[in-house]
């Protein structure tokens, strides 16, 4: 009966393992975004952005990107994330 339960067992795993033979098979068509890929958001977007998370009891977060403008660097805000206000 130990043996038949063992078989069974190494066949089930067995079987399982056919379904998805390369769990990493999605991860070699992935692509890495640069500063030039990510769109920067308009004033009004960060301002609405800023009022959410304010709205919310959340104190903003701003991830920025730097961008060439007119042959300067300049950083501008590429996302407005809420995270939790520091409790002192």
Do not use: W
């Not at 999605?26 to 030039?36: G, M, P, Y």
């Amino acid at each position: 009966m130990k043996r038949i339960i063992i078989a069974l067992g190494g066949v089930t795993l067995a079987g399982c393992s056919l379904l998805n033979p390369d769990p990493f098979s999605k991860l070699q068509n992935t692509t890495v975004h640069s500063d030039k890929d990510i769109p920067a958001m308009s004033r009004n977007e960060i301002i609405n952005a800023v009022n959410e998370c304010e709205g919310n009891g959340l104190r903003p977060v701003m991830i920025t990107a730097r961008r060439k403008v007119n042959g300067f660097l300049s950083e501008t805000v590429a996302d407005v994330t809420c995270a939790p206000k520091y409790i002192k």
